[in-house]
Structure formats: structure tokens, C-alpha cells
């Protein structure tokens, strides 16, 4: 470790708010991602949830979210995920507790995400992942959780060699196939009506009867969830390990060049491959519109590096908030942050229960069985209500602060995952 790197360690509290200040600011990208599933009643663009944009901002703004936030957020969530199961294992070991009983315990953690996840897309939300996390949980806890590092990284290198292979044939596939004749693609534009994100939205969260969509958003959240659980979640989940192995979020100012390096590199990786698609969707490329499914493989596989990128850029911030001069030092040598980030960091902590708080108010106030806004509402006002409803958490979670309470959905989880015993 450099002279730098070690002086900055003397400083900082032994264990550092940046999983927390990550983990809360996911949560708005999560809510920007989110919102547009809500926006039921118009045809939508394959398998994007945007709607037609109404205006020159709603143009701009979907460009910006398909390179920047879509296909970016749920990969740092997942990240986080793998990061948060290792501090949960090594917090339990710490306390004295076997190693058998913390693989109970996980496995129990991981059997209630799948039921909360179900009641949530039940419910309220068919794009819900907590359930596809619990389960992606219980497969890799049972398969990779005690081997090495090496083995860990091999795999990952794996899981990155498949998924690009299949983006890959995927663009290859599709400009080939934009070399058929019009008539051939008009049909598959035909073909792709009533199968497509649009009807899916329509069906759990237009005008439909209440009953009824609980039907289309179980089914829809089976089918997005066994997607993510195959493309996206185990490599961000071995990698969130990796990187908690190594502290790498609960001591940033021990591996500051390599978070600088990650941050770097991922974002620049996920932005750069966010553009395609969303120049295929503003209509910039020769490209037929049947043909949407040419870059959406090539988004997700650099949306990885992307949602790496941002928990690293979120790493780095917590270091310089930490040592900063608006950081001062308060009893057990923890430091007292700006009111926004210290804000961002308690919701973060009940990063559940803030995710779940999202649906709670989005789903009823968007949808055809509540007051449905969600008909009426282009991505600009979307993206408002959005972000509105994520700083709504911001005082809850102070709240809950004051009265040194964990959030109600932490609390579910924790008395599911190993009762009176944790």
C-alpha cells in the first residue's frame, strides 16, 4: 500500500459508509428504471418499456436512460447483493456462529427474498427481483460460496464469455436478418404484436381488473426473473463477492486505484455499449424496428461493467465525503457526512424495504386498477415522479434513524431468515 493510501487508512472509520451510500443511490436508478413498466396504453418498442416519446425532452430523456441507467441499475443491485450475502456471512462468523448454521441461515434469507419477491410481483410490481436474487442465492451459495477466489474469477470469466458469444450472434443475426426483404420484416414486425414489453404492461398494470393482473404480473415476473437469473445475476453476484472478500466498498480508501480503474472503465464500458440501442430506438440506425433484439443482448452484457462501474464511482465518493472537511469526526471514530449523503446512507441500510416502497406508491398511483396516471404521463413526468418518490424515502429513513430502527421489510426478512437466534 502506498505512503497516500496509508495515511488516508488512519483515518477513516473501520468500516466505511460507501456500501450504504451505494446501495441508496441504486435505489433511484432502480425507481428511473422502473417507472416506465407503469406507462401502460401505448405501443412500446419490443422488449423496452419506453412508450412512443411525445416530445423533443421525452426523446432526449430515453436516449439518456437506455446508454445510462437501463440495463445498468439492476447489475449494480445484483453486485450489491453478492457484496451485502459475504458482510452477512462474515458478520455472523464474527459473532462466534458455525459456518453450517451461516449456510442455514442463508439459505432461509434466501427461500424468504423468493416469497417476498413473489408477494411483491403478486401484488404490485411484475419486474420485482428480489425473488430472482433469493434464488439466484440459494443455487450459488450452494455451488460457489466456499471455494477460492481463482475459482470464483474463472467462472465469472465463464459467464462473461457466454453472455458476449450470445451478443454477439445476436448482432450478427440481426444484421443479417435486416438484409431480408420488406415484406419478410413487416411480418415480423406482425408477428411481434401482442408478444412484446407493451402487452405485457398492458395486462398487469392497464385497465384491467384488479384480480386479473395479479394473473399477468405472476406470469411475467416467472419470465423476467429465470432471464435475469440466467444473464445477469451470477456474474454480478460471484463479483459482489470478490470485491467483499477483498472490502473492497467497506475499506474504498485501502483500494482507491483499483475503484478509479473500475469506475473508469465500467462506466465508460456500459455507456459506450448502452449506445447502439438506444440509437436503433431514436431511430439513428438502418436498422428495421422488427429487429430490437439486435443489441439488447450487447446491452446487458456491457451493463455488467456498468453496474461494477457505479458501485466503484459510489466507493470513491464515500472516500472523499469520509476525509472531506465537511466530515466531522463524532464518538466511535465514525464520521458525521453532509445531511444528503448521510440520508442517502440510512436508506440505503433498508435498501429492501425503500425498493419495496417504490411499488407501494408507483403501482397504485401509475396503474389502470388505481388512479392511472400511468395512461396519461410521458417519461419526463414519469421521470419526475420517480424521483420524487425516492426522496420521499429520505425522511422516512431518517425516522427511522432517530429511533435506531431497521426498515420494517429488514425486520421480515430477519425474523425469516434465522428468528430470535441472529
Known amino acids: 500500500m502506498s505512503t497516500t493510501s496509508t495515511q488516508v487508512a488512519r483515518t477513516m472509520p473501520a468500516r ?24 401502460w396504453g401505448r405501443p412500446g418498442d419490443g422488449a423496452l418499456a419506453h412508450p412512443p416519446a411525445t416530445s423533443p425532452l421525452d426523446a432526449v430523456l430515453q436516449f439518456v436512460m437506455m446508454v445510462v441507467v437501463d440495463a445498468r441499475a439492476l447489475p449494480m443491485f445484483a453486485f450489491l447483493f453478492g457484496y451485502g450475502m459475504v458482510q452477512f456471512a462474515r458478520s455472523r462468523l464474527a459473532r462466534g456462529i458455525d459456518e453450517k448454521m ?13 416469497l417476498i419477491g413473489a408477494l411483491h410481483a403478486a401484488l404490485l410490481f ?34 462473461l464469455v457466454l453472455i458476449g458469444a450470445l451478443a454477439a450472434l445476436s448482432i450478427f443475426g440481426g444484421l443479417v436478418t435486416n438484409m431480408s426483404s420488406p415484406e419478410v420484416l413487416e411480418e415480423m414486425a406482425r408477428a411481434n404484436q401482442g408478444a412484446d414489453v407493451s402487452s405485457m404492461r ?33 456474474v454480478c453476484v460471484l463479483s459482489g463477492w470478490l470485491a467483499a472478500r477483498h472490502r473492497l466498498l467497506d475499506e474504498p480508501w485501502n483500494h482507491i486505484p483499483r475503484l478509479r480503474l473500475l469506475a473508469i472503465g465500467g ?20 436498422l428495421h424496428p422488427a429487429l430490437f433484439w439486435t443489441f439488447l443482448m450487447f446491452t446487458f452484457f456491457t451493463g455488467l461493467a456498468a453496474g461494477v462501474g457505479y458501485a466503484s464511482l ?20 465514525e464520521r458525521s457526512l453532509p445531511t444528503f449523503w448521510r440520508l442517502t446512507a440510512s436508506v440505503g441500510r433498508r435498501s429492501l424495504t425503500f425498493y419495496l416502497w417504490q411499488s407501494v406508491i ?60 441472529g
Open 16 to 39: 466505511s459508509l460507501a456500501p450504504d451510500i451505494a446501495r441508496g443511490m441504486m435505489l433511484l436508478l432502480i425507481a428511473l428504471a422502473n417507472v416506465s413498466w407503469y406507462l
Open 267 to 286: 462506466l465508460a464500458i456500459g455507456w459506450l455499449g448502452g449506445l447502439p440501442g438506444a440509437m436503433h430506438h431514436a431511430g439513428l440506425l438502418p
Open 102 to 114: 451461516v449456510r442455514r441461515f442463508l439459505m432461509r434469507r434466501h427461500l424468504a427474498m423468493i
Open 314 to 333: 459510489f466507493g470513491l465518493l464515500a472516500v472523499r465525503l469520509e476525509r472531506g472537511p465537511g466530515a466531522a469526526a463524532v464518538e466511535g471514530g
Open 126 to 159: 411484475m419486474g420485482d427481483i428480489v425473488g430472482a436474487y433469493g434464488l439466484a442465492g440459494l443455487v450459488l451459495v450452494w455451488v460457489f460460496f466456499e471455494r477460492k477466489d481463482v475459482t470464483l474469477a474463472v467462472w465469472i470469466g465463464v459467464f
Open 362 to 421: 408507483l403501482a397504485p398511483l401509475l396503474s389502470g386498477w388505481g388512479l392511472g396516471l400511468g395512461a396519461h404521463l410521458g417519461t419526463a413526468g414519469a421521470l419526475a415522479i420517480a424521483a420524487l418518490v425516492w426522496v420521499s424515502s429520505l425522511p422516512i429513513a431518517h425516522w427511522l434513524d432517530s429511533r435506531g430502527s431497521r426498515g420494517p421489510a429488514e425486520v421480515v426478512l430477519r425474523r425469516l431468515s434465522y428468528g430470535s437466534a
Open 202 to 234: 398492458d395486462a398487469a398494470a392497464g385497465d384491467v381488473a384488479y384480480p386479473a393482473s395479479i394473473t399477468a404480473r405472476l406470469g411475467t415476473w416467472v419470465f423476467i426473473g429465470l432471464q435475469g437469473l440466467l444473464l445477469v445475476v451470477p
